[in-house]
């Protein structure tokens, strides 16, 4: 059975004004997700900024944001890293924290071969017994995840269970499908190719843009799945310059932009991420005034 189908969101992580994690905000942002009707919730993401929160912080965020859904979503942890005893470290902590299931991307900076990414993941997964979606995102880590490798680990590997694929390339993506012959819970992980990684089999999408649209991001995947694919593209074009302005800057500088533009005030980033240029967030306003968010 699969972790979620429909979208889940890679909730920003909140922040005060001297930058300290805002636990209340983030108790916030959980209840609003899964009152307009998300599916999933990935903490401590990418989108989570959490190559710049302390271990204790991270641990933390997924402790608070557990306790808040009370299971009424499942909670994604993600709990990769670039060094496979810490990875390991931070699924055993997220699983004591209550994580429903974990998010793993693959190695960053020092990269892996195919055959480290095998070991890699194979260790993470002895080392806990929840399930595992893998995170392939070559643009952001420089180390892609092979068909053959992903079929090597779903034969040796119980617990791993799903693939994130945010590599756009959709070639590629059919070529994974076809090699595993369907037997992964495939979520996008962009929001502007949802669409089509729906069509090769896909089970939804683990989003950015749900951080502002939950419910329209759930309704796009499940219109498609219900068998009603013109619905489902009506929203993927409507919002589909706002997906694009939300990666017009490095995620997530412009969805925390177009969240406080909300009025959500979620607070600033950690550098090194700063604050968006001026053209682009002029661009964001324009975008999201077109489709009536701001």
Do not use: W
């Given at each position: ?152 680990i779903l034969q040796n590997v119980d617990n791993v269970v799903g693939i994130k694929e945010a590599s756009g390339n959709i070639t590629q993506v059919a070529e994974i499908m ?110 999201m005034k077109t489709v009536g968010l701001i």
């Amino acid at each position: 059975m699969a972790i979620f189908t429909g979208a889940a969101t890679a909730l920003i992580t909140p922040f005060t004004e001297d930058l300290k994690v805002n636990y209340n905000k983030l108790e916030e942002l959980v209840d609003y997700q899964i009152d307009n009707g998300i599916d999933a919730l990935v903490i401590c993401g990418t989108t989570g900024e959490a190559s710049t929160l302390s271990e204790d912080e991270h641990l933390e965020c997924i402790r608070v944001a557990t306790k808040r859904a009370n299971k009424r979503v499942p909670i994604i942890a993600g709990t990769g890293s670039n060094c496979t005893e810490t990875a390991k470290y931070l699924s055993r902590e997220a699983c004591k924290a209550g994580a429903d299931a974990l998010l793993v991307v693959t190695p960053y900076y020092n990269k892996a071969t195919q055959r480290g990414l095998f070991e890699h993941y194979s260790e993470i997964a002895s080392a806990v017994d929840a399930p595992i979606v893998l995170y392939n995102v070559p643009g952001r880590t420089g180390c892609n995840i092979t068909g053959d490798t992903i079929l090597k680990i779903l034969q040796n590997v119980d617990n791993v269970v799903g693939i994130k694929e945010a590599s756009g390339n959709i070639t590629q993506v059919a070529e994974i499908m076809k090699r595993v012959d369907c037997n992964i819970d495939l979520y996008s992980g962009n929001d502007d190719q949802v669409l089509p990684v729906l069509s090769l089999g896909g089970k939804g999408v683990i989003s950015v843009m749900s951080n502002l649209l939950p419910k329209e991001m759930h309704d796009l995947v499940y219109r498609f799945l219900e068998g009603d694919p013109r619905g489902s593209l009506d929203i993927q074009l409507k919002y589909f310059d706002v997906m694009k302005s939300l990666f017009c800057e490095v995620n997530p500088i412009p969805v925390k932009a177009a969240m406080n533009l909300m009025g959500f005030d979620v607070g600033s980033l950690r550098r090194p991420l700063t604050y968006m240029e001026p053209e682009n967030i002029e661009k964001l306003k324009r975008d999201m005034k077109t489709v009536g968010l701001i």
